[in-house]
């Protein structure tokens, strides 16, 4: 009766072990920064892909003579 007594002492003690590891797993892919800091790399990633950066320079580029315009219009 007693090794069984410590073989269900040493499951439970192992399934806090792997209860604690999940645990740290899940507080390190849930940390705020960590998801802000892989947004920002995928954002800035996006951005710099020559289609989409070209685009956006051209849509400044119009809007800035767009207000050139309007300023020199009046």
Not at 9 to 35: G, H, K, W, Y
């Amino acid at each position: 009766m007693a090794r069984d007594t410590e073989a269900i002492e040493r499951e439970i003690e192992a399934a806090r072990n792997r209860l604690a590891n999940t645990l740290d797993e899940l507080a390190v892919r849930a940390d705020p920064q960590r998801l802000a800091d892989n947004t920002k790399q995928a954002f800035v990633a996006k951005v710099n892909e020559p289609k989409i950066k070209y685009s956006l320079i051209g849509a400044g580029a119009l809007v800035g003579l767009l207000v050139l315009v309007k300023i020199f219009r009046r």
